[in-house]
């Protein structure tokens, strides 16, 4: 049983430019989430899909972020002309309702904006 | 008043005593209650769940609820200095999303 995995796990780009994230989550879990993590704080959610579906977003996900799930399985997270206070570490985690509540975290992708 | 509130730490112990590490949540719906242990530079890892009021022992860990105080901890016995992480506290409501404290940084000494 692999895990969650994320690609990449650190991307260096300069501000304006637009990243994308991938995250892969366990291959029997339905529901994916995507959190963002400053230094310092608890992970803050961003989003969350079950299937393919989004279900919710939170209000920290500005206009230059969008995620999707085409397919109900990898997830793929943009950010469009990228901030400085874009730099934090992103999370995927993924879960399964019918194996249980708990939520299991990837790797991250670490992102620094210049 | 932060949703999830920890202290920050560092709490430090000697390797062999029990760390307690707490945790008060303000959403009194919530209905899951999760410990992440995060070593520098890493993503969190799950360590603990629990669901109902009282206890719950896993190994060297057993996280403790108590829903009407909104209160929920976590202690480890025989602390060794591979615990040595920052403890993050995780509380899910009706939705879906989990929402986190800002962690407590544990320190054990050998």
């Known amino acids: 049983d692999t895990g969650v995995s994320q690609d990449p796990r650190h991307k260096i780009t300069k501000r304006g430019q637009n990243v994308t994230f991938r995250c892969d989550p366990i291959?029997?879990?339905?529901?994916l989430y995507w959190y963002r993590q400053t230094l310092g704080q608890g992970p803050e959610f961003l989003t969350y899909?079950?299937?393919?579906?989004?279900?919710?977003k939170s209000r920290l996900l500005s206009d230059r972020f969008s995620a999707e799930r085409p397919k109900g399985s990898f997830s793929t997270l943009e950010i469009q002309r990228t901030e400085q206070g874009d730099s934090a570490m992103y999370l995927c985690?993924?879960?399964?309702?019918?194996?249980?509540?708990?939520?299991?975290f990837g790797p991250g992708t670490r992102l620094t904006v210049t | 008043q932060k949703e999830v509130e920890q202290n920050s730490g560092p709490l430090s112990v000697p390797e062999g005593a029990i760390a307690s590490l707490n945790c008060t949540y303000s959403?009194?719906?919530?209905?899951?209650f999760f410990w992440y242990r995060q070593y520098s530079g890493k993503s969190p890892e799950l360590i603990m769940s629990?669901?109902?009021?009282g206890d719950k022992e896993d190994g060297r860990f057993t996280a403790q609820l108590n829903k009407a105080s909104q209160y929920v901890s976590l202690l480890i016995r025989d602390s060794q200095p591979s615990d040595s992480a920052t403890y993050l506290c995780?509380?899910?409501?009706?939705?879906?999303?989990?929402?986190f404290g800002a962690g407590t940084i544990l320190r054990v000494k050998s």
């Open positions: 985690a993924s879960s399964s309702r019918a194996l249980g509540l708990e939520q299991y």
């Open positions: 291959s029997e879990h339905n529901r």
């Open positions: 899909f079950q299937n393919e579906a989004q279900l919710e």
């Open positions: 959403d009194r719906v919530s209905q899951s």
């Open positions: 629990i669901y109902s009021n």
């Open positions: 995780a509380v899910k409501g009706l939705g879906n999303k989990l929402v």
